[in-house]
């Protein structure tokens, strides 16, 4: 009878986490997020494709929906924006591809290069910061990145690696927030209209 009670509960459990999780293209994202004391919920979610490989799945999650993209990047609101990675990434390929989405977002001209060298003018500090936490190691599938903006702070940035969930940093102010959710949200963003389509629940 105990045994019998104790495998009901494991099945009940693991109905439990999987009510919780939304799975994208073979990868689950969490339903809801905290940004410190804010529950918030998931508004969409989709991939992120490049030359027919789908990189990571992305969550978008705010403290109700809405599909004006505009509002998003400009609100002085807890949100989060949840990235985790299908397959293995060079740094050198994350670095190249972070440094350019800044560049397109911040209209810097092009040159010979997008790199921590670059002048994206007021940004530059907080854009080379933020690089410094995510470039140094190579992806592996299911790790991570979360990027929580929290009124009053900044914009927190973690990296879960499939065991622990590590805080790298804050980038204090909303500004950083704009450019960062631009990458995503902004006119013809970098990643690409399908992927941004997908966050705003269309």
Do not use: Q
Not at 5 to 31: T, W, Y
Not at 40 to 60: D, E, H, M, P, Q
Not at 135 to 148: F, I
Not at 161 to 178: H, Q, R, S, W, Y
């Amino acid at each position: 009878m105990i045994k019998k009670s104790v495998m009901l509960l494991g099945i009940l459990l693991s109905l439990c986490v999987c009510a919780n999780a939304l799975e994208v293209g073979g990868i689950s994202l969490p339903d809801t997020l905290k940004a410190d004391k804010t529950d918030l919920s998931i508004n969409g979610a989709g991939l992120r494709t490049s030359f027919a490989l789908k990189v990571y799945a992305a969550g978008l999650y705010l403290k109700a929906k809405t599909s004006d993209a505009g509002s998003i990047i400009n609100r002085d609101e807890p949100m989060a924006l949840c990235m985790k990675w299908r397959m293995s990434i060079p740094p050198a390929k994350i670095d190249e591809t972070y440094y350019k989405s800044f560049g397109t977002v911040l209209k810097v001209p092009k040159g010979s290069g997008y790199g921590p060298k670059t002048d994206f003018g007021p940004m530059t500090k907080d854009v080379v910061t933020f690089m410094g936490w995510l470039d140094k190691k190579e992806t592996k599938k299911n790790d991570m990145w979360t990027y929580t903006y929290i009124p009053g702070k900044g914009t927190e940035v973690y990296v879960h690696d499939g065991t622990a969930n590590k805080l790298m940093g804050v980038i204090p102010g909303l500004e950083f927030k704009k450019v960062l959710f631009s990458i995503w949200l902004g006119d013809d963003p970098p990643v690409g209209n399908s992927l941004k389509k997908e966050l705003l629940g269309k």
